[in-house]
């Protein structure tokens, strides 16, 4: 009995060192061809061509997508702000997914709007549309909305700008998400920069815009949030996008393009179905849903990442809101891993079954489990008395200059290309982060991804929940 | 006892030597990861002080140029208005002001020069010009253009397109054949705005695909920059086997309304791509040539679905009204709803000699169809 406990002990032992290893390789190559990705942007882009294509008949159009419920509070302003981006040739589809407050009355009101005769084709298949509405002010000519009954999802509601918008590409946002004024010109450019391939999807960085100044849904200031718990998202952003991000953009292999702002190929989503809406993840599974239908057809894709951060999004600022969050966030990537089983380690899949999926099956729906299994084998040994302690504070110490040392990283890549910030103080805010995110902020993400797991397997209803937004700080106003 | 360094050294040392291979391993990225996050942290540092010491710089030096620019060149009333502005000799000695021994110096100044000569116009911009000269700022680029990065060789073509500077064939040529895409796309727009003798030369060799992202500031160069002979883009729409030089022609023949070229057009229509005869249909659209509708007409029913679009509404933009009982067949009879929608733009586009068709349509159809008449009629819908 006791050699079948030292061999299996042993299995563990070995299975974790490999695990361990290989994750910190994956991280330590994400974090080299990160810096070669962004330093490859930052000198293929200059600005006199973005201004080129401002003016130009030959860019193509594209359809903004934003999908609300309930944000009386900051639609107009949203809308507005949208409204001002910098592109010659865009429309607005915004989607009111049946919301309960005055969203509808205060657009109707402020824009002029009227119900209009629409041919709406539904490509894909949404809950019923009541009606389009137009504003019949020439200033706002590219805006459109649309009311529809509530399908308690965003996939839903995105499913029903896809057909009723008007260009090629669409740009896929929150309604609540405040976009920099370049956004369409930065994301279209990955598109007309390929010759080789078929961009079907283009994200950009997410930012937490909780502490950052705004001026009637311009971003005038931006700063890292003043509270600890969107303080921490805003360091896993920058690590997620600036250095996971950009480096898997660099292999063609990006796994998720963020709910929070993506530009699509319109015509690969309506074929690949649009978005799922019983998914808890619907921005990933969508992703694989067209990279699959992509390698169906055999035709050669990409989906880029670009560094520049575009976007900011209000972050949750309570652990419930972040919990909810994080919990179906987990439980969306364990239904996408069992939805697209088939396309574990199949080389039919090219890039996307034997990287892609591999890597987010062990390394991002395992290692929460992988945790937890760690964090029990190593309680039972310290119970049984039998941890080698200056080997296992060691082993601790390593886990935890290796992050620090990955997460620092991210930050100086986004440092060192962009400036984002303008103190010293507020950099080193963001500094600090890293050193305490291991004992107090990844816990909580290990905790939700378990839960998610867990309603995932015993397949408990759950909804949507409301992120009950606080709104953006204004910029203050000089007198 | 008192332990000393060389104890703790000492120590560890023999910790790492009796260790297993996972403490050896664990016990160098601890060094590795402790020593690249000090050195994350000076980096970081040295960058921000960096910036704050250029910015601080520029808030200095901007405004000490810009009068420089502004009193002794843009504005100032001694400088000779009966010489040639490239031929005047400038006052240099306020600029000594400035110390143009230092790179940074000399790279702010020609930013500033490029940024004036693109917001002024006339002698003063060819003063700005003669200044960059006189100064010897060119030489800066001129050094760029011979780096061995390719990002370097692309600043300097863009200032010297910036400033109209010439550079001969032989500099320029091999770059605008470089297997860098960047540095190609940047040579290639150089060409076209500075060379004096055949600066669309480059299109009779081009093998890769013009991308669109490079035809958009091809297609601004050539339609704004006002000294280059318009040759007729026929030449390669015939002959030319690259299809994206092919269909960038075709762009600009719309744009330079060369009817002479249509003919190349129309030839296209035979072509076996369709993707090229797709654009070849929206040229002819867009030049509203009217002969072309009976072939187009009778093209139709062989043609892949976006083609047939495309044809559909290129009849919508001639509008001869001659077709109006295809484009209503169309309408009343696809099955396809995006050329039921096409057709019934077009219907509504020919709307002068259309009108008893329209009026019909409104009181006959129902449903769908009846809703995308109205949504093709409705001033408000865009699209």
Redesign the interface.
């Known amino acids: 009995m006791s050699s079948v406990q030292e061999i299996l002990g042993a299995f563990y032992d070995s299975s974790i060192f490999v695990y361990g290893l290989t994750l910190i390789i994956v991280y330590g190559v994400l974090a080299f061809l990160s810096i070669i990705a962004i330093r490859r942007y930052l000198n293929a882009t200059q600005q006199s061509q973005l201004e080129s294509l401002v003016t130009s008949p030959l860019a193509p159009g594209i359809s903004i997508l934003a999908p609300a419920y309930n944000e009386g509070l900051t639609i107009i302003a949203n809308v507005r702000s949208l409204l001002t981006l910098n592109y010659p040739k865009f429309e607005i589809v915004l989607i009111n997914d049946g919301s309960t407050d005055d969203s509808l009355e205060q657009l109707i009101q402020e824009f002029d709007m009227v119900a209009v005769d629409f041919a709406y084709n539904e490509k894909i298949r949404t809950k019923p549309v009541r009606n389009i509405y137009k504003s019949r002010n020439l200033a706002y000519s590219n805006l459109l909305v649309i009311d529809k009954a509530n399908g308690k999802s965003k996939a839903d509601a995105v499913n029903a700008g896809i057909n009723a918008a008007a260009f090629d590409y669409f740009v896929c946002t929150d309604v609540d998400c405040v976009l920099h004024k370049d956004t369409l010109l930065e994301l279209i450019k990955p598109v007309m920069q390929d010759g080789d391939r078929r961009v079907i999807a283009i994200g950009a960085t997410l930012r937490i815009a909780n502490s950052s100044e705004f001026d009637e849904g311009v971003m005038t200031r931006m700063r890292p949030p003043k509270a600890m718990l969107p303080r921490f998202q805003e360091v896993e952003y920058i690590r997620s996008f600036v250095l996971g991000k950009m480096g898997w953009s660099a292999m063609n292999c990006v796994p998720n393009v963020s709910g929070g702002l993506g530009l699509f190929d319109r015509e690969i989503v309506i074929k690949s179905g649009g978005y799922d809406h019983k998914s808890f993840g619907e921005d990933m599974e969508l992703l694989t849903r067209m990279c699959r239908y992509c390698e169906d057809n055999k035709i050669r894709y990409a989906v880029r990442y670009i560094p520049k951060t575009l976007c900011w999004t209000e972050g949750p600022a309570s652990l419930q809101v972040f919990g909810r969050q994080r919990t179906r966030w987990a439980r969306g990537l364990a239904q996408l891993m069992f939805a697209h089983r088939g396309v574990f380690l199949n080389p039919r899949y090219g890039r996307l079954g034997l990287v892609v999926f591999p890597y987010n099956f062990f390394f991002e729906l395992l290692a929460p489990l992988v945790e937890a299994s760690g964090v029990i084998v190593y309680l039972w040994l310290a119970f049984t008395g039998n941890v080698n302690w200056p080997y296992a504070i060691l082993l601790l110490i390593f886990v935890y200059t290796y992050a620090i040392m990955i997460t620092t990283f991210s930050i100086l890549w986004d440092q060192l290309s962009f400036h984002y910030y303008k103190t010293v103080k507020e950099v080193l805010s963001l500094c600090i982060m890293p050193f305490l995110e291991f004992l107090l902020y990844h816990p909580l993400i290990t905790f939700y991804s378990l839960k998610g797991y867990f309603f995932f397997l015993t397949n408990r209803r759950s909804s949507w929940g409301n992120m009950q937004r606080q709104g953006f700080k204004k910029a203050k106003t000089t007198t | 006892m008192e332990t000393t360094l060389s104890d703790i050294l000492q120590e560890i040392r023999s910790?790492y030597y009796y260790?297993?291979l996972?403490?050896k391993?664990?016990?160098i990225?601890?060094f590795?990861?402790?020593t690249?996050?000090v050195l994350?942290?000076l980096?970081?540092?040295r960058?921000?002080y960096r910036?704050f010491r250029q910015n601080r710089l520029l808030r200095k030096m901007l405004p000490i140029m810009d009068d420089l620019l502004i009193n002794e060149i843009i504005t100032n009333p001694n400088i000779p208005q009966d010489v040639v502005p490239s031929k005047v000799a400038l006052n240099l000695e306020p600029f000594d002001a400035l110390p143009l021994h230092r790179r940074w110096a000399r790279e702010m100044l020609t930013a500033r020069i490029i940024h004036y000569r693109n917001n002024v116009s006339g002698s003063a911009g060819d003063l700005l010009r003669n200044l960059y000269l006189q100064l010897d700022l060119d030489k800066d680029a001129m050094r760029k253009l011979k780096s061995r990065h390719?990002?370097r060789k692309?600043e300097a073509l863009?200032e010297f397109t910036l400033m109209d500077m010439p550079i001969s064939d032989v500099t320029i040529l091999p770059l605008a054949n470089s297997r860098n895409?960047?540095l190609r796309a940047a040579a290639r727009q150089a060409y076209i705005k500075l060379s004096k003798n055949e600066p669309f030369k480059f299109f009779d060799s081009v093998t890769?695909?013009l991308?669109?992202?490079d035809?958009?500031?091809l297609?601004?160069i050539i339609t704004t920059t006002t000294d280059i002979a318009i040759p007729n883009f026929a030449r390669w729409i015939t002959y030319s086997s690259n299809k994206s030089v092919v269909s960038f022609c075709m762009?600009l023949v719309v744009?330079f309304n060369q009817l002479a070229a249509v003919p190349a057009i129309i030839r296209l229509l035979e072509n076996r791509d369709h993707v090229l005869r797709a654009d070849a249909i929206e040229a002819l659209g867009r030049l509203k040539i009217a002969e072309v509708e009976d072939k187009l007409v009778h093209l139709y029913t062989s043609q892949p679905l976006f083609c047939q679009i495309a044809i559909l509404k290129a009849l919508g933009r001639i509008r001869s009204g001659r077709h109006i009982d295809f484009l209503r067949n169309e309408f009343l009879h696809s099955t396809d709803?995006?050329l039921r929608?096409a057709a019934a733009r077009a219907i509504v586009k020919n709307e002068v000699m259309a009108r008893g068709v329209i009026d019909e349509l409104l009181s006959t159809t129902t449903g769908?169809n009846l809703?995308?008449l109205?949504?093709?009629m409705?001033p408000?819908?865009?699209?």
Request: with cysteine.
């Open positions: 910790i260790a297993p996972a403490i391993i664990a016990i990225f601890i590795i990861a402790v690249a996050t994350a942290y980096v970081m540092l960058s921000r910036n390719w990002n692309v863009t895409r960047e890769d695909p991308l669109p992202w035809q958009v500031e297609f601004r762009k744009h709803f995006d929608k769908e809703l995308i109205k949504h093709c409705n408000l819908i865009k699209y």
